[in-house]
């Protein structure tokens, strides 16, 4: 039997292209691709097989198969088994449950409405390859990005895997450091110095005088001239937000000084807040507030 490889890309809104075959094992089901996230992950992709290349006889026989899966990410690989982590099993099973993938070429088709898919809350896309067989016997390689509900069962089978081998954590952006984020970091989120003295309308540290900025090794300082500083350096990112190390301390001859690990979140409104305070860190040793 001739055996037909085509490779297509779908997009959110049907559209078909010509694409490049990625390399795939002539066992795997499916290959899901993770674009990298600055803050979730780095770019990895993960391919799902089963742990024998036959035909199953029986619907039975192909529930109780068992699967494995291969992460590969920047020269590093990690590797599961379903029998180590059912949730694999879940996820390779559910693969069979998304529906038909339709052709609908532009130049077969007229004006439709968008079709948007919903955000996913932590960022990362996915893009599938999988090789199916068409109702004529041809073999199809197809490849899916953005296309509802392809993207949101790769989203799932990421996150559902996720707790088998652990996130691939990217290492803190060269692009965002303690200088961006001080100036900008509510500090009616968490407990610090500024507490006794506020009011409607104060947030950022520059509505408190703190306007010099100094820097020196990765630590961001903003002084009140004469009077007070608080520092922050970043510790390590985190899929829930970075953690850093808040330091507030008085320059008016005054002993007050507070050191404690922060988890720092974006606010929505071009800034940052702490979504939580006191965090262990060994690299953050708490300082209770004093004097």
Not at 157 to 173: D, E, N, T, Y
Request: glycine share 8%; hydrophobic share 40%; aromatic share 8%.
């Amino acid at each position: 039997m001739t055996c037909l490889r085509l490779c297509l890309v779908f997009g959110a809104l049907g559209f078909v292209s010509a694409a490049p075959a990625v390399a795939q094992s002539d066992a795997a089901m499916v290959t899901i691709t993770v674009d990298g996230d600055r803050y979730y992950t780095l770019p990895h992709s993960i391919m799902i097989e089963p742990d024998v290349n036959r035909l199953a006889q029986t619907p039975q026989e192909v529930e109780a198969r068992r699967w494995r899966a291969t992460r590969t990410s920047d020269g590093r690989i990690d590797r599961i088994s379903s029998d180590e982590c059912p949730a694999l099993r879940t996820v390779a099973l559910s693969f069979g449950d998304l529906p038909a993938v339709p052709i609908s070429p532009p130049a077969l088709r007229a004006s439709q409405p968008i079709r948007l898919a919903p955000t996913m809350k932590d960022g990362f896309a996915t893009r599938l390859e999988f090789r199916t067989e068409g109702a004529s016997g041809a073999w199809v390689l197809v490849q899916i990005k953005q296309g509802w509900p392809y993207d949101a069962w790769g989203h799932e089978a990421v996150s559902s895997l996720l707790p088998c081998w652990g996130p691939l954590i990217p290492p803190p952006s060269p692009d965002l450091s303690a200088a961006d984020i001080l100036p900008r970091l509510d500090l009616t989120s968490f407990r610090n110095s500024t507490g006794p003295a506020r009011a409607d309308g104060l947030k950022r540290p520059g509505d408190w005088g703190f306007t010099e900025l100094e820097t020196a090794d990765d630590v961001a300082t903003l002084v009140r001239p004469g009077d007070w500083a608080i520092s922050l350096s970043l510790i390590r990112w985190t899929p829930e937000g970075v953690i850093a190390c808040f330091t507030d301390r008085a320059r008016n001859g005054g002993s007050y000084a507070a050191q404690s690990a922060l988890r720092i979140i974006s606010d929505g409104l071009a800034g940052y807040r702490v979504a939580d305070e006191a965090l262990n860190e060994a690299g953050c040793p708490a300082l209770s507030p004093q004097g």
